[in-house]
T-cell receptor
Framework: DGGITQSPKYLFRKEGQNVTLSCEQNLNHDAMYWYRQDPGQGLRLIYYSQIVNDFQKGDIAEGYSVSREKKESFPLTVTSAQKNPTAFYLC?????????????FGQGTRLTVV | AQSVTQLDSQVPVFEEAPVELRCNYSSSVSVYLFWYVQYPNQGLQLLLKYLSGSTLVKGINGFEAEFNKSQTSFHLRKPSVHISDTAEYFCAVSDKYNFNKFYFGSGTKLNVKP
């Protein structure tokens, strides 16, 4: 089955640690995205990538980093510089052109700082 | 940048009653419009989308939405809700000339009561 896989589903981080959230897609989509979701705030864009080896900052990129070395993978690192990282993180992908114009989402990773 | 406004953060409704979830967007350019549903601790699932053509769009689970260009609205409706429709609903917009960027509303929690 084609889709987007995020792992792990739950992640606990100690303050001052960096953690990496995994996102893999087998939909052959060019574009991939990371969103952060907090209660009552909807989805806020962290980073997005339209092509391999290229990515752009979204609205809340501070304290986060990404890489796009392969078309199917777009990992997100939450660094110690992110002051309030506890949130639900969603990865998505979409076609650059063609009929599948919507974003497809993974099941999310819930990150908690302990 | 575009913005999406979901006017109601929460909508309580009794089972088998009709419901309308409101969405307005700010863009003055041609847009694609989407409604997504999210169940607790899960990713977003596409309900329906408007790309072009008929302004009345039908989606899964008996939902439909109407695109109104003059009012820049894309309200979601269902004539008779079920307990299983209890979830959070997100409206999203992308513009036709840059459809790799999606803009989401803050979400509406639909609470269906027996």
């Amino acid at each position: 089955d084609g889709g987007i896989t995020q792992s792990p589903k739950y992640l606990f981080r100690k303050e001052g640690q960096n953690v990496t959230l995994s996102c893999e897609q087998n939909l052959n989509h060019d574009a991939m995205y990371w969103y952060r979701q907090d209660p009552g705030q909807g989805l806020r864009l962290i980073y997005y990538s339209q092509i391999v080896n290229d990515f752009q900052k979204g609205d809340i990129a501070e304290g986060y980093s990404v890489s796009r070395e392969k078309k199917e993978s777009f990992p997100l690192t939450v660094t110690s510089a992110q002051k309030n990282p506890t949130a639900f993180y969603l990865c998505a992908s979409s076609e650059k052109q063609g009929k599948d114009t919507e974003a497809f989402f993974g099941q999310g990773t819930r990150l908690t700082v302990v | 940048a575009q913005s999406v406004t979901q006017l109601d953060s929460q909508v309580p409704v009794f089972e088998e009653a009709p419901v309308e979830l409101r969405c307005n967007y700010s863009s003055s350019v041609s847009v694609y419009l989407f409604w997504y549903v999210q169940y607790p601790n899960q990713g977003l699932q596409l309900l329906l989308k408007y790309l072009s053509g008929s302004t009345l769009v039908k989606g899964i689970n008996g939902f439909e939405a109407e695109f109104n260009k003059s009012q820049t609205s894309f309200h979601l409706r269902k004539p008779s809700v079920h307990i299983s429709d209890t979830a959070e609903y997100f409206c999203a917009v992308s513009d036709k000339y840059n459809f790799n960027k999606f803009y989401f509303g803050s979400g509406t929690k639909l609470n269906v009561k027996p």
